[in-house]
């Protein structure tokens, strides 16, 4: 719809898909918002050679000289700092609690997971690795600072990884404590953590780990992974939620190197950090719900911070070459047949790291329009209709493993009936697929199911974690006017 | 739709009293709230409401020729009637007075750009072919037909009113954009009108003592019922597949059908063509002239106000426009009807 991003930076496009249409008296405007950030010189996660991450063609120009000034007064090692990475810092926090030692392949995998993490790392790119037990210790290269990374660095990290012992508790809020001060320490202008889990936050009150999130949020965005069956799944999707990264489960160890390599390169492609979503509303309005609903559901709703009158900003983290859809619900006061409203205006904004205006990367319109015609009003647009069942279904699925988990067969069976249902409709297959490993499927069409009587942890806490990935509409059905 | 003529000929006599209260974007306080500015896209920053388009509300008028108004009305979210006023001059140095009124079709895509062409291709055909001394009759014909094939032009053609893009209208993409037309010419003390679809043509005499009459038939369901003796007039009307129209212009019309009839009035009155948006508040030729203002013909403008403003008075359920042509006596020893 809108593309006002410089071009200087990755293009943002913003996009509403709606039906503007109301009838007599509505109020209730819903509208998706596809967002994409194309151009930014970002490789699509695939990590370039070093010769051709040196050659000027690669040269991105999303950090700009002051972002350069900025890194070398940071650590005097501006000497690698040519390529994308520039500006950006990773921390690396791996549990080495005492359960790390039963199997004793567990701490051997996640070693190995950090050493290929860190393999993945551009040059240039600043990092830190925290051994995480009851309490945070920087393991490499401490003093409260971060590598610059580099064949050397990389090396000395991998030897620092083998000196790892399993011993101690678990307080994740400690991890994240201590890598928010050595990433606010490093002044790079993309500030990403990694955490890996196998067990239970158990060393520390819930309401410490939730002071550490809260803490965190807006200052570093985060991954975290659950490595076999031990942890709380809660726990690992409430920090990535929180930070604004994913969550998944690694079940089985042996998988985490190639998880971790994926992650890596993931982080590595981000280029405009600290974008929020601002919406402006009409006086009178009210915001009933804002959610990223791809490529995963998270509520953003309680998120909001004021942002002059009646605009909002919500976070949405850093951002690479990617697209992501936002739900949102807005609730206006009705106007008379055949008026219009702007019912939102949706911008994605970037703060001025000098601290002067944020910057519009993109901008689209949330419009409403009272009408006496009904075949208009009373259509509902295909994308609002996709999402919504997509919310439904991460919804329904966490509520049935509850039931289940608390007894109410009946209450499990129905709710994950209609998990089974949503997901066939909407061709979520990864989500089926997870939902038969916990459930025999009758039909899926009416989300007849029954419940198996044994189910393994990991394919519970797979679906759990996973439940709110989200599949697109299917555009080929939708036909361009 | 002024802005829209290519060959931006069409001089605004009258300003619309509308646009003249549209806030320049930064300036005024919005309409709505008088509190807000509003933005460079048309909307209040305080309660978001969308400032009147142009189109909204249209007035225009050519001298004491002939004038027109067309307003959105009070139901519908945007305006899909058009129209088109002018003069021409005629070969023997006489002034031919024409007008023409659209109204798209809702149920199909881009009404209003279906309409907007419709008026615009008729008024020129008419413009260049009536100078030359073409028959009227044949020439309103022809500027039916060279309106039908406006239309059918836009089922090819990508939206152009970039109000919503993609999505937009997402309801009505299955149908060809399409609308209906009337027209009127008064040259040579004779009055032609054209028509396909429901808009229609009164006559309305200055002597309101002698009686109104309508000069079109509807293309509609409820028309054809009784002209074929299966429904009384009553019974028709009150069918609720009355206002369909069987008629129209646009690439799904099965077969065009252009409607012609000349008539030589002989006494002073005035033609009011109008789209069903007026009528549907005044239907029969004795409900029209009763709303007509008694000094139409001396002010046109004032009196396609008054008609639209009937319109709104009832409910304004519709788009409403309306062309008022003044249709002088004939010389004295003119043949008469």
Known sequence: ?481 | MRHDDPHGDFELAAPDPRAARRPAAGHAPCVACRAGRVSADGYCENCGHKQPRERDHMEQERGRAVAAVSDRGLRHHRNEDAFAVSTAALPDGSTAVVAIVCDGVSSASRPDDASAAAARAADASLRAALPLGTDPRQAMHDAIVAASDAVNALADEPPGDGSGGFGHDAHRHRNAPACTLVGAVAAHGHLVVGWVGDSRAYWVPDDRATPAARLTEDDSWAAQMVAAGLMGEAEAYADERAHAITGWLGADAYELEPHTAVFRPDRPGVVVVCTDGLWNYAESAGDMARVLPADAAEHPLHCARVLVGHALDGGGHDNVTVAVVPFAAPEPGAVSA
């Open chain 1, 1 to 481: 719809m809108a593309n006002f991003s410089k071009s200087s930076v990755p293009r943002f496009s913003v996009e509403v898909y709606q039906n503007e249409y109301l009838p007599e008296g509505g109020s209730e405007v819903h509208a998706v918002v596809t967002v994409g950030a194309t151009g930014g010189g970002t490789t699509g996660g695939v990590p370039l050679p070093a010769a051709a991450r040196r050659s000027p063609h690669r040269r991105s120009p999303a950090q700009g000289d002051a972002a350069h000034d900025q890194r070398a007064q940071g650590d005097g090692a501006a000497d690698a700092a040519d390529g994308p990475g520039r500006g950006t810092a990773v921390v690396l926090m791996v549990d080495c609690s005492g359960s790390m030692e039963y199997p004793p392949t567990k701490m051997r995998h996640a070693r190995d997971a950090t050493a290929a993490a860190i393999d993945t790392l551009r040059d240039g790119v600043r990092f830190a690795v925290v051994a995480g037990t009851h309490l945070a210790r920087e393991a490499y290269p401490g003093g409260g600072r971060l590598a610059t990374a580099g064949a050397r660095t990389r090396a000395e990290a991998k030897e620092a990884l083998r000196r790892l012992a399993p011993g101690g508790g678990t307080a994740i809020g400690t991890w994240l404590r201590l890598a928010d001060r050595l990433l606010a320490a490093s002044g790079a202008a993309i500030r990403h953590g990694v955490l890996l889990t196998d067990g239970r936050n158990e060393h520390e009150a819930p309401q410490d780990l939730r002071a550490a999130l809260d803490a965190c949020a807006g200052r570093f965005t985060c991954d975290a992974r659950g490595v076999g069956t031990d942890w709380e799944v809660a726990e690992v999707t409430g920090v990535a939620s929180a930070l604004l990264g994913t969550a998944d489960i690694v079940a089985d160890p042996a998988g985490l190197s190639a998880d971790f390599t994926r992650m890596m390169e993931h982080a590595m492609g981000k280029e405009v950090p600290d974008v929020a979503l601002r919406l402006w509303t009409p006086v009178g309005a009210e915001i009933v719900f804002v959610k990223q609903v791809a490529p995963a559901v998270e509520d953003l709703t309680g998120r909001r911070t004021e942002a002059g009158p009646r605009a909002g900003d919500y976070p949405t983290g850093s951002w690479g070459d990617e697209s992501r859809d936002y739900h949102l619900c807005v609730r206006v006061p009705p106007a008379g047949l055949g008026q219009e409203m702007l019912a939102a205006r949706v911008s994605l904004v970037r703060p001025d790291p000098a601290g002067g205006l944020p910057e519009t990367l993109g901008q689209g319109l949330v419009r409403a329009v009272w009408t006496a015609d009904t075949a208009a009003s009373t259509s509902i647009n295909p994308q609002v209709a996709h999402y919504t069942g997509q919310a439904e279904l991460a919804h329904v699925i966490q509520e049935g493993l509850e039931a289940r988990k608390s007894g109410d067969l009946y209450g499990a069976t129905a709710r994950l009936g209609r998990a089974v249902q949503l997901a066939a409709a909407s061709g979520n297959t990864d989500t089926a697929k997870l939902l038969s490993k916990v459930v025999d499927v009758v039909d899926a069409a009416t989300g007849t199911v029954r419940l198996k009587a044994k189910v393994a942890d990991a394919d519970e806490m797979t679906l759990e974690t996973r439940s709110t990935k989200t599949v697109r509409v299917n555009r080929t059905h939708m036909k361009k006017p």
